[in-house]
C-alpha cells in the first residue's frame, strides 16, 4: 500500500497517509462514475481488475524474479478451463467455486512447474522463446482437443459456465436491496475482483520483503552471485513459476465465472505481449507499475474503441483504421515511448535492497 501512495503524484511525498485514503476512496467508487457513463464501462473495470491480477502474476516472474515470460498467457488458460470442466454442462459437473477456484489455482500452478523445469538453465532470449512456445501449444491443444474425444470442445469453446457464487449468494443477479433499488451484478463482481486484488497486493508486498523475495532480488541481480552465496536458484526459479502461474489460473477461473464462456481466442499470444506490455509500461519489479500499468493499458483501448469510429467518421468521412488494429498501435506507441522517454517504467522500482539504501535506512552517510 506504501508503494502505491508514494506512486500519487504530489500528495504521495507530501501526505502518504491521505494518499492511501485517496486510493481507497478512488477504487470504491470507480464504478458509481463508471456508470454515468453506461453500464459497459463498470464491465471494462470489471476486466481491468483481471487484467490488474494478471499483471501482479506476471510481475512476481518477470519483476521480481528476472525471467522473461511470453507465454503466461497459458497459465490464465488452464485456470479458465478447469473452472469450466468442473462447474459448467460440458461434463456435468456443477462443483461449488470454493472448490473450483482452488483447483483452478492448483492446476495453473503444476504447469507452471512443468514448464519451470525444462527451462531451469535457459535465460535470456532462449527462456523467452521457449515460454512463448508453450503459450501456443497449450493454446493449440485446447483448439484440438475435441476429436477423437472432446475434451475442450475445440474452437467452439465452453459455455453456460455457473456463475460466482458466494455462501449461496449468485453475484451473476442483481442484489436487490427494496423493491425499487436493486444493485446491478456487474457492481457485485467489481468489488469481489477488487477484494481479491487487494489480497493479491497483500501478499505479494509481504512476500517481497520476505527472504525469498530477497533472494529472488538477488538473483535477478546476478544469478552467478547468487548461487556463489548459497542460494538454491533451481528451487526459486521453480517457485517463482508456480506462483505466478497461481495468479493466472486463479484469474482465469474468476474470468470463467464472470464470463461464463471460454475459447481458445481468448488466450492468444497478443494477450500474453499486452499482459507483458502492462508490467514493462508500469515499471517491472514493483507493484504499484504493474497495478498502474495493467489499469492504463487496459482502459485506454477501451477509450479509443468508442471513440474511434465517431472521429474518423467525423474527420475523413470513413473508418480508416478498424478499433483493434489501433488497440495494436497504442501498445506499440507506449512501449516504444516508455522505452525512449523513462526506460524504468511509468513507476520505477526502488533499489529496496541496495548497499546505499541499506546505509540510509541506518542513517549513514557515505
Known amino acids: 500500500m506504501n508503494e502505491l501512495a508514494s506512486a500519487v503524484p504530489w500528495l504521495g511525498r507530501r501526505n502518504p497517509q491521505a494518499a492511501r485514503w485517496l486510493i ?29 491480477m494478471l499483471a501482479l502474476g ?57 514448464l519451470g523445469f525444462p527451462v531451469l538453465r535457459l535465460r535470456g532470449d532462449y527462456l523467452a522463446i521457449v515460454t ?17 474425444v472432446n475434451i475442450t470442445n475445440g474452437p467452439q469453446g465452453i459455455n453456460a ?36 486484488v487487494a489480497g493479491s497486493i497483500v501478499f505479494i508486498q509481504r512476500l517481497q520483503v520476505s527472504r525469498v523475495g530477497r533472494a529472488w532480488a538477488a538473483m535477478r541481480d546476478d544469478e552467478l552471485a547468487a548461487k556463489a552465496i548459497g542460494i538454491n ?9 508456480s506462483l505466478g502461474a497461481t495468479f493466472g489460473g486463479v484469474a482465469g477461473g474468476l474470468f470463467g465465472a464472470f464470463q461464463g464462456f471460454v475459447s481458445p481466442e481468448s488466450f492468444s499470444l497478443m ?16 507493484v504499484a507499475g504493474a497495478i498502474a500499468g495493467a489499469l492504463i493499458l487496459s482502459a485506454l483501448p477501451e477509450i479509443l474503441r468508442h471513440l474511434a469510429l465517431p472521429v ?7 473508418v480508416l483504421l478498424d478499433p483493434e488494429v ?18 524504468a517504467g511509468l513507476i520505477p522500482a526502488n533499489a529496496r535492497y541496495s548497499h546505499v539504501e541499506h546505509l540510509k535506512r541506518h542513517g549513514v552517510s557515505r
Open 161 to 196: 459456465l455457473d456463475p460466482l457464487v458466494l455462501f449461496g449468494w449468485d453475484l451473476s443477479r442483481n442484489l436487490d436491496i427494496t423493491e425499487n433499488l436493486s444493485i446491478n451484478s456487474l457492481f457485485l463482481y467489481y468489488y469481489f475482483f477488487l477484494a481479491c
Open 271 to 286: 494477450e500474453s505481449i499486452a499482459v507483458l506490455t502492462m508490467v514493462v509500461f508500469g515499471g517491472m519489479g514493483n
Open 326 to 343: 489501433l488497440r495494436m498501435l497504442l501498445l506499440s506507441l507506449a512501449m516504444i515511448l516508455m522505452m525512449l522517454l523513462k526506460p
Open 58 to 114: 506476471l510481475n512476481l516472474v518477470v519483476g521480481f524474479a528476472g525471467l522473461l515470460d511470453l507465454g503466461y498467457i497459458a497459465f490464465y488458460a488452464v485456470g479458465a478451463y478447469t473452472a469450466a470442466f468442473l462447474a459448467s454442462p460440458h461434463f456435468g459437473v456443477h462443483l461449488p467455486f470454493w472448490i473450483v477456484l482452488p483447483v483452478a489455482a492448483g492446476c495453473a500452478a503444476l504447469a507452471g512447474i512443468m
Open 312 to 318: 474518423q467518421q467525423t474527420l475523413f468521412g470513413t
Open 132 to 148: 512463448l512456445g508453450f503459450g501456443e501449444i497449450v493454446r493449440i491443444f485446447l483448439n484440438n482437443l475435441n476429436y477423437p
Open 24 to 52: 481507497i476512496i478512488v477504487a470504491i467508487a470507480a464504478p458509481l462514475v463508471a456508470v454515468l457513463f453506461g453500464r459497459t464501462w463498470v464491465r471494462v473495470l470489471d476486466f481491468a481488475l483481471l487484467y490488474v
Open 233 to 241: 536458484t533451481r528451487n526459486l526459479k521453480l517457485l517463482a513459476f
